[in-house]
């Protein structure tokens, strides 16, 4: 019961909690690609080199943004509306989504190894706990699929739910790559950068491969 109705009046809510939260999901997904975009603003470029490396972040921080972004809108347009449990996970990703640009900022700003650590390990736990999650709504629908084969009647076709079953997949890879680099062990500078960034490019790769690889099966 919600709000003193009953658990029929409550579902028939669904539907307009669900179009409310897509809403909100493309208002915050929106600004956190602006807000990308605004905190370089600050950092004027002293040379062509800091330009370039202005680009190459406002570039990784897009991609991870466009890539939860991408994940998310699949997995709502076939996702049932009356999983209660998905509008949890929704909110949980909002919140991650929108820390996302502040700790972005605290990565490109910062000129102290102390906070550039602490602030890489909390983008890595925001950006692996994003991808969990969507792995977690991709199991919702893997759920309901399987769920509504079981009583005569199929909603999403099964190309789409073994598709989803391998984004499942790599987004779990994903996440737990990012969570992982979180670890004290992984803050260790090599010749060619700190090992915990060189493992968010590596996990990106990777789940890039995974992707054209279902995509290629699909096909």
Known sequence: MVLGLTENDSSALN?????????????????ALSIGALVLIGRAPQSGLDLATNILLFGFGFFVIVMIWLGYSRTMAVLPGEIPSALYFNLGLLFCVALAPYLFYVLSSTTSDDVLNAGSIAYALDVGVMFLLLAALARLVVKGEEKARSGGHSLVHPVVVKRFKAIMKAEIFGGLVFVASALPVFWVNTPVGFLRFILWYSAFVIFGFTRLHGRSEKD
């Open 15 to 31: 539907p307009r909690i669900r179009i409310r939260i897509e809403s909100l999901s493309d208002l915050v997904f929106g600004l």
